[in-house]
């Protein structure tokens, strides 16, 4: 039996919560902050800081600024 298999097989014999916690951590593994590099991370960090400083301090923009905007955020 492949180590696949016997992950596959004991996570058959776990409970629904289990599953859902399993699966929530390697999704965040995948795609969260534990994917980033230690740069992006920072960056990306720091950006979320500075959003919530400006939304505190009343700065915003309108969807259309945003629809503009994020094409260059997206490198398109």
Do not use: C, Y
């Not at 058959?12 to 390697?26: C, H, N, P, Q």
């Not at 965040?28 to 939304?55: C, I």
């Amino acid at each position: 039996m492949s180590t696949v298999e016997a992950i596959e097989q004991a996570i058959d014999r776990l409970t629904a919560g289990e599953r859902e916690t399993l699966e929530s951590r390697l999704l965040n593994r995948r795609f969260g902050l534990d994917a980033l590099g230690d740069r992006e991370r920072t960056k990306l960090l720091e950006s979320l800081d500075q959003a919530e400083r400006d939304v505190d301090e009343g700065r915003s923009h309108t969807a259309e600024e945003l629809r503009h905007a994020v094409p260059s955020w997206t490198g398109e």
